[in-house]
């Protein structure tokens, strides 16, 4: 399959309006999943590889891309003639070439393209609570492309080298005549590189890379969160024909808590309490986060809904110094078993109510009686 035989679009599976980011991101998805590397012996993937890999170098530059829009393939097909559509599209395919083939090297072009950077990687990591608190050493392991030992990255068979491209003389870029001015493109031989692998190597298939897993140390630093993301330097892809490596990025994902929640540096906690406890005052420790005791003291009359506040019983503050607060909400808990003789002092204490040891009932009793009485007026 020829990528000359799909509209562009098409082959990237995006939208002829989507934008660069969305056109990236399509073509990393399917550059992944047709790479060569990925399907050995499989020739219909590795076409699919060039096709879609011709069409992103098309519609990742501005100038080609509108050239393209305008002109679809004829704008980039060479020998067409005069006139026609195709020699038009020849003729004006990339504005910024013919201006450097008037005026000179000022307008850019002419130099060989350097080796693209490996691509930036993704690794989701799930951590307790616990582990955000303290912080941790952590191992992983992931399957990614390094450079390949056999050749050093190079892509070529050990004991052999590169040559000149003698189709482009070493600058990567080839130029047609048409009519008055000159197109410039990539060196189809070449691929931009200005130079060629004469023996492949054979671990690699000559790219230079191969997927191969890699265990690596990973530090987690106290006072993380949910997004919190961690850059490791040159952990990512590597680069083809040695070029430098992508990073690796870990993206952080804290798991809900049986006892805190958390909101930013401050954990919340919901502690019941017996309705004795509540009314006459007293004292109870529950577990911190760190592990250590905390204790709390209940004043007399506390009500549901109520919150404590224990400063620095939080969370650390990441890359910072001190820690948030503990909020506690009381809920006051009404018993639901009781003894005769449980019941028989409660019917007492009931006996010698007034109605001002619960002014917010008193309170809310005391507006009815008066809605009652301006209705039946």
């Known amino acids: 399959m020829s990528a000359t035989e799909?509209?562009?679009?098409?082959?990237?599976?995006?939208?002829?309006?989507?934008?660069?980011k969305s056109i990236k991101s399509a073509y990393r998805r399917l550059a992944m999943r047709y790479h060569p590397d990925k399907n050995p012996g499989d020739a219909e993937a590795e076409s699919r590889f060039k096709a879609i890999s011709q069409a992103y170098d098309c519609l990742k530059d501005p100038q080609k891309r509108a050239a393209y829009d305008r002109y679809g393939h004829a704008a980039f097909q060479q020998g067409m003639g005069g006139g026609g559509g195709g020699g038009m599209g020849a003729e004006f395919g990339d504005i910024g070439d013919i201006f450097e083939s008037i005026f000179g090297s000022a307008f850019g072009g002419g130099a060989r393209q350097q080796a693209r950077r490996g691509a930036d990687l993704r690794y989701d990591m799930e951590v307790s609570l616990e582990e955000a608190f303290h912080g941790k050493q952590s191992e992983i392991t992931i399957e990614v492309s390094q450079s390949c030992e056999p050749c050093s990255g190079s892509g070529a068979e050990p004991g052999t080298g590169k040559?000149?491209?003698?189709?482009?003389?070493?600058?990567?870029?080839?130029?047609?005549?048409?009519?008055?001015?000159?197109?410039?493109?990539?060196?189809?031989?070449?691929?931009?590189?200005?130079?060629?692998?004469?023996?492949?190597?054979?671990?690699?298939?000559?790219?230079?890379?191969?997927?191969?897993?890699?265990?690596?140390?990973?530090?987690?630093p106290a006072g993380v969160d949910s997004g919190t993301r961690i850059r490791l330097s040159g952990k990512g892809e590597a680069g083809p024909y040695g070029a430098p490596p992508g990073d690796l990025y870990i993206f952080l994902h804290v798991k809900r808590h049986r006892v805190f929640e958390r909101e930013g540096t401050t954990l919340l906690t919901q502690v019941p309490i017996t309705f004795t406890t509540a009314a006459l005052g007293g004292s109870i420790e529950i577990p911190g986060i760190d592990g250590?005791?905390?204790?709390?003291?209940?004043?007399?009359?506390?009500?549901?809904?109520?919150?404590?506040?224990?400063?620095?019983?939080?969370?650390?503050?990441?890359?910072?110094?001190?820690?948030?607060?503990?909020?506690?909400?009381?809920?006051?808990?009404?018993?639901?078993?009781?003894?005769?003789?449980?019941?028989?002092?409660?019917?007492?204490?009931?006996?010698?109510?007034?109605?001002?040891?619960?002014?917010?009932?008193?309170?809310?009793?005391?507006?009815?009686k008066d809605v009652w009485s301006d209705l039946t007026e």
Do not use: W
């Open 163 to 220: 040559r000149t491209c003698n189709m482009c003389a070493g600058h990567g870029k080839v130029r047609a005549q048409q009519g008055f001015f000159v197109v410039e493109r990539t060196c189809p031989t070449c691929h931009g590189r200005g130079e060629v692998i004469e023996s492949p190597c054979r671990a690699c298939r000559g790219e230079g890379r191969v997927d191969m897993p890699q265990t690596l140390e990973v530090e987690i």
């Open 6 to 20: 799909i509209d562009y679009y098409e082959l990237l599976e995006v939208e002829r309006t989507a934008d660069d």
């Open 292 to 368: 250590a005791k905390i204790a709390l003291d209940i004043p007399a009359g506390i009500q549901s809904g109520k919150q404590l506040r224990k400063r620095g019983a939080g969370m650390p503050v990441l890359q910072g110094r001190g820690r948030g607060d503990l909020v506690i909400e009381i809920t006051v808990e009404t018993p639901t078993k009781l003894s005769a003789r449980q019941k028989e002092l409660l019917r007492e204490l009931q006996a010698t109510e007034t109605g001002d040891e619960c002014p917010q009932s008193k309170g809310f009793f005391d507006r009815i």
